[in-house]
């Protein structure tokens, strides 16, 4: 069966998804769960879709997920340490279980599952300029839910998937690089501010200023930015 129309149709209409501001969506769950509602639509019999990812304090969690069975499934892989979508996404090729019942690559993880209404699952690495961003998965209740065309299909929206998450991560490693930063100068203004205080009250010089508040530091085990936030609002003995 010849399903190039139909997959045509598909991404175009995720390529009208983007082009309509996907890719700056400021909330990166919403954006990557529309993603993943393009793939839970287009794959017949889907349970639910979503990705994996490393975040930027490099934890493995799920995003965008488009229902509770995939925040089950995807936890159980994270506390166990195995399962095909962390398959997928260290071997970087797409994995398939026909039915958890009868697989034996990740006992631990489908013994977990036996519960769930879960026997098929589809995954496939999420990779952009050579960076291992995570991976995108769908799940079904029936087995032998996912066939060539669901291959041929969630390998082409991972693409996509993968520069938005990938600019999603620089953008939030950026943000948070910038706010460490903000706090490091923050801090450093309040601790010169303090030298500058205690300089012309005690009349002593800017390193002597800052061997009396390590001392108080040390002496009242607080941290340095804290005891210079009391001496510039008076509340220190020194």
Request: charged share 20%; aromatic share 4%; net charge negative.
């Amino acid at each position: 069966m010849d399903n190039s129309l139909p997959l045509t149709n598909e991404l175009a209409a995720l390529t009208g998804r983007m082009g309509g501001g996907f890719l700056t969506e400021e909330n990166a769950s919403k954006a990557v769960q529309s993603l993943a509602y393009v793939l839970k639509d287009s794959v017949p019999g889907s349970a639910g879709a979503g990705a994996s990812i490393i975040n930027v304090r490099g934890r493995r969690e799920s995003t965008g997920a488009t229902d509770p069975i995939v925040l089950q499934a995807d936890r159980l892989q994270y506390e166990l340490g195995q399962g095909p979508c962390l398959s997928a996404w260290a071997e970087q090729r797409p994995i398939i279980i026909q039915d958890t019942r009868e697989e034996t690559r990740w006992p631990l993880w489908t013994a977990a599952v036996a519960d769930l209404p879960l026997r098929s699952v589809l995954s496939t690495p999420l990779t952009t300029e050579g960076r291992h961003i995570g991976a995108l998965k769908v799940y079904s209740p029936l087995p032998l839910a996912f066939d060539d065309h669901s291959v041929f299909l969630i390998e082409r929206l991972a693409t996509p998937a993968a520069v938005m998450l990938g600019n999603v991560r620089d953008r939030e490693s950026a943000q948070r690089l910038s706010t460490v930063l903000v706090d490091a100068l923050t801090t450093r203004d309040l601790i010169s501010n303090a030298q500058g205080v205690l300089m012309e009250r005690m009349n002593i010089t800017a390193h002597e200023a800052l061997i009396v508040m390590l001392s108080a530091a040390r002496g009242e085990d607080k941290p340095l930015h804290l005891v210079a936030r009391d001496i510039i609002s008076g509340t220190s003995d020194e």
